[in-house]
């Protein structure tokens, strides 16, 4: 459990951390790229292309047929990493908003 916290923390809350407090457009610049690779991957999660391991909603609509209650638990799980997905890109437009507010550039 300590790894995804670290990792979290490495990548991405220090990074908008240290742009805020230093107006620093290279942190700004790590975290929305991380961030932004972060989303995809909710977005692929959501979607659950067959035989990636995912238990989206391709996956989840597959799967009636065979089996309903594991397909409704699918559904809810895609239904999730869609809401995440949504969230998420909500957050990075919000800082990105913030971002343009302070002047900086990644010139």
């Known amino acids: 459990d300590a790894l995804p916290i670290s990792c979290a923390f490495v990548c991405w809350y220090r990074p908008i ?3 805020f407090r230093a107006d620093s457009s290279f942190n700004f610049f ?4 991380i961030f932004f690779c972060q989303i995809g991957i909710y977005i692929i999660q959501a979607v ?5 391991g995912d238990s989206g909603w391709i996956a989840a609509l597959s799967m ?9 638990i699918m559904m ?19 800082v ?12």
């Open 17 to 19: 951390y240290k742009a």
């Open 30 to 33: 790590v975290f929305f790229f």
């Open 48 to 52: 659950g292309i067959p035989g990636w």
């Open 64 to 72: 009636i047929k065979a089996n309903l209650g594991v397909s409704i």
């Open 76 to 94: 809810v799980v895609a239904g999730f990493f869609t809401l995440l997905s949504v969230l998420s890109l909500i957050l990075l437009k919000k």
């Open 96 to 107: 990105h908003s913030l971002y343009r507010r302070t002047g900086a550039s990644f010139q």
